[in-house]
């Protein structure tokens, strides 16, 4: 079975809107284990428009839910991560304008940084992901610099299945799956994340090599109308359904 990540960054989007209490993160974190998520994804931004310091510290404290760290490349970063000790931490290139991520990290370019970055999170014992697009030139990077995982950005294919882009999203499709191919044959782990509804899902999990997929803002607004509980339960079947096809 495929592992569910539920980001939930948009509940504490939520609480910031008002500056107070509720709703809370950590609350959110146990429900959506509670109905059936593997794990809970947080990214922690360099300025603090979702999860704040508190919320990284006090999920780890008040909870032993799996956590995902989304982070970027940085000092503090890499200070916070190895303090609080996640059970993965994901790297991801962070633009301060960006509404969200936009793209996968460039792992070739920052190859000696990157080597350099991981090398005390990894003494931890902390899992390492990468985000990184469906580019099997950035996944040897990837596996050259020391990550256990890496998860292939779903967003390109997600925008242009929402445009019906049909010739553009089944090529971005056949990029996915042939990503997903080479990096298991290099032993690396593959998540997929970004933008992923009940529909994109269906493409997504049916690729055998994926082991967990991330998902964020789609889950939390559909939770709007039906509730967090049959939302997890619904991505979950969709999940399940598009791996028996
Ligand atoms: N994976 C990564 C690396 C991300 O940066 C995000 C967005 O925070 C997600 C998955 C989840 O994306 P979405 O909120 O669009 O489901």
Known sequence: ?????VNIDHIATLRNARGEKHPDPINAAKKVISYGADSVTIHLRED??????SD???????????VNLEMAATEEMQQIATEVIPNAVC?????????????GLDVITEENKLKTFLDPIIQKKIRVSLFVSPDISQIEAASRVGANIIELNTGTFCDLLIENNKKEYLKEFEKLKEASVYGKNLGLEIHGGHGLTFES???????PEIRELNIGHFLISQAVFDGIEKTINTMRLEIDNSQKK
């Open 48 to 53: 603090r428009r979702h999860i704040i310091d």
């Open 201 to 207: 899902v269906k493409y997504i999990a049916s690729i």
């Open 1 to 5: 079975m495929k592992r569910l990540g």
């Open 91 to 103: 790297l991801v290139p962070e633009k301060r304008e960006e509404r969200t991520t936009e793209g």
């Open 56 to 66: 990284v510290k006090r999920i780890k404290k008040e909870t032993f839910l799996p």
